[in-house]
């Protein structure tokens, strides 16, 4: 993609694009945002007021460094390690419901579109990337991208419909069931790891003759 972007310092670049966010009517937050947690491995819900934009302001970076990305990608992107006690910690991946929503908002503004050829999942549209090559943050020192071939990306324009599509229904509902699922997975396999006991004596015919006659 663009060698641009790498040049630009994330802790920077990414707020000064939500800022930019917030001026876009189609990004709102919705008013269970701040009552869920992001996923599975995390212990409580966001605390910053502005999680929002930051979050959509970090996926279209993710869009626009990566191209054609899909939920799952994005979903292994945003998870973390469960904290499990005194057990080792474990990669859980992130929620689905947060990241298409915003990815839903992102199409309603013209910024996403759907990928449905080659490979599927969403990328920015030229909109898209003119309102990210339009944030101008403090670049890093010492990054010469001079002898880096880079080619740009003709974008076609696709016809993007809000609307969930019947696979998406099927994948949000299938994401939700293996959230719910991951806590009984493990408890499974801890059963199955953990030591088994001693299994109970099982008496055979003849032992049962035998102990029939020492009762006589």
Do not use: C
């Not at 999680?51 to 899909?70: D, E, K, M, N």
């Not at 010469?144 to 809000?162: G, Y």
Request: net charge negative; glycine share 8%.
């Amino acid at each position: 993609m663009a060698k641009t972007i790498f040049t630009k310092d994330p802790e920077k670049y990414i707020p000064a694009l939500a800022e930019a966010l917030k001026s876009v009517p189609e990004f709102e937050t919705p008013e269970w945002a701040m009552f869920v947690k992001t996923g599975v491995s995390r212990e409580r819900p966001p605390v910053d007021d502005d999680f929002w934009f930051t979050r959509s302001a970090s996926i279209l970076r993710q869009l626009y460094i990566h191209g054609v990305v899909g939920v799952g990608k994005l979903r292994t992107r945003y998870g973390s390690k469960k904290d499990r006690g005194g057990k080792p910690d474990r990669f859980r991946k992130a929620g689905g419901k947060i990241i298409r929503v915003i990815l839903q908002q992102a199409e309603a503004a013209g910024l996403v579109e759907k990928v449905m050829r080659m490979q599927h999942g969403r990328r920015l549209t030229q909109a898209g990337r003119d309102l990210l090559d339009s944030i101008e943050v403090e670049e890093k020192v010492g990054l010469n991208f001079e002898d880096v071939a880079a080619k740009p990306m003709e974008v076609i324009e696709q016809d993007t419909d809000v609307e969930q599509t019947p696979e998406e229904v099927v994948e949000e509902a299938t994401e939700v069931a293996e959230d719910k699922g991951e806590e009984v997975v493990e408890d499974i396999k801890e059963a199955e790891e953990a030591p088994k006991g001693v299994p109970p004596v099982q008496m055979t015919s003849a032992d049962a003759d035998k102990g029939g006659k020492d009762g006589e």
